[in-house]
């Protein structure tokens, strides 16, 4: 399991690098194809040698070898967190086939739900709806038997926040409603802790706003909850199956 810590790690470098696209060309409606990588200031193409994740960063020093325009450390910061968030899943469920594989799959999805969230507060549908589908199919042929548990864990879950969401559209979104749904499909019961975790950040940040800006503008100011799920999300996929077993033997 060690050595296959480093694959996983290379691997999830290259995938941050193609989310660094995602987040920012999705959101634009912009090809994630075409046109190749290029420089946002000069739009030079970027050599292949200038873009391997987070060493070229590194040995241009945050600059575009062109003209020299800084390159937000935001991109091999996302390529890190990837790879990192990869070499987790694969450390944790090495022995599971079927939640190794949704793992990964549900790290991919949720770094650019995060970033596009926190960027412009919304969560787009072209990234939970596949995200559902493929949980669906990959759960349902990975490990059938606990697909059930998934299904219900999604509806309950994004019923959880869909039912507010209706109610005081200004507060909670449908975005993070399908999205906690979503979560339900790859993390089943361990959603629960999953939630709690971003309920709970959530609180310490809106409250950490008010304190600063006062209550009446701190309400007002918007706080995208996608960021908070993802986070929620990872710490359920690590350590919500254990969470869960020790609250049922405790209650």
Request: aromatic share 6%.
């Amino acid at each position: 399991m060690p050595i296959a810590l480093l694959p996983a790690a290379a691997f999830g470098l290259i995938i941050g690098s193609f989310l660094n696209v995602v987040s920012y060309r999705l959101p634009a409606r912009v090809s994630l194809a075409t046109p190749g990588s290029r420089c946002p200031a000069c739009e030079t193409p970027i050599k292949p040698y200038d873009n391997i994740p987070v060493l070229s960063w590194l040995l241009l020093r945050g600059r575009c070898r062109a003209c020299s325009a800084a390159i937000a450390p935001r991109y091999p910061l996302v390529e890190a967190l990837t790879a990192v968030l990869f070499a987790a899943v694969v450390a944790v469920h090495h022995a599971d086939a079927a939640q190794l594989v949704l793992g990964l799959v549900l790290v991919a999805f949720l770094v650019p739900i995060a970033l596009i969230d926190l960027d412009h507060k919304l969560i787009p549908n072209r990234l939970t709806l596949p995200a559902a589908v493929l949980g669906v199919v990959l759960g349902t042929a990975l490990d059938p038997g606990g697909e059930v548990e998934r299904l219900i864990a999604g509806a309950v879950a994004g019923l959880v926040l869909a039912v507010p969401s209706l109610l005081h559209p200004k507060g909670i979104g449908m975005g993070d409603a399908k999205l906690v749904a979503v979560l339900g499909l790859y993390l089943g019961a361990a959603v629960a802790p999953a939630f709690l975790v971003a309920f709970m950040l959530g609180t310490v940040v809106g409250v950490a706003i008010m304190i600063r800006s006062g209550v009446a503008q701190g309400r007002k100011t918007p706080i995208p909850f996608g960021p908070f799920l993802a986070v929620g999300a990872v710490v359920g996929l690590l350590a919500g199956n254990e969470l869960v077993s020790q609250y049922l033997g405790t209650f």
